[in-house]
Nanobody, 115 residues
Framework: QVQLVESGGGLVQAGGSLRLSCTAS????????MGWYRQAPGKQRDLVAT???????YYAGSMKGRFTISRDNAKNTVYLQNNNLKPEDTAVYYC?????????WGQGTQVTVSS
């Protein structure tokens, strides 16, 4: 079992910055993928970005150039940074941990961007 704890959400003005963190604990395997999804009200959950334990990143098309994903393997922590938030970035952001065909989700952290 893997537990994920997210932090860093909140209320931000448009144009502001935010960094989300997600720390995994429990039965952590060396080879894994961690990432971020988001879900806006009334919409499906969409991929933002993922990063492997080796540092390989992947961004959903619309997120590329706007978000930066990174991780600290020693801390089992993944980060998501945005330095120019827009109102349409308002959503609940969920952390994902995947390894050996298993997937675990965090509880989600709300990000609200005011115009």
């Amino acid at each position: 079992q893997v537990q994920l704890v997210e932090s860093g959400g909140g209320l931000v003005q448009a144009g502001g910055s935010l960094r989300l963190s997600c720390t995994a604990s429990g039965r952590i395997f060396t080879i894994n993928v961690m990432g971020w999804y988001r879900q806006a009200p009334g919409k499906q959950r969409d991929l933002v970005a993922t990063v492997t334990n080796g540092g390989r990143t992947y961004y959903a098309g619309s997120m590329k150039g706007r978000f930066t994903i990174s991780r600290d393997n020693a801390k089992n922590t993944v980060y998501l940074q945005n330095n120019n938030l827009k109102p349409e970035d308002t959503a609940v952001y969920y952390c994902l941990y995947s390894s050996s065909g298993l997937h675990y989700w965090g509880q989600g952290t709300q990000v609200t961007v005011s115009s």
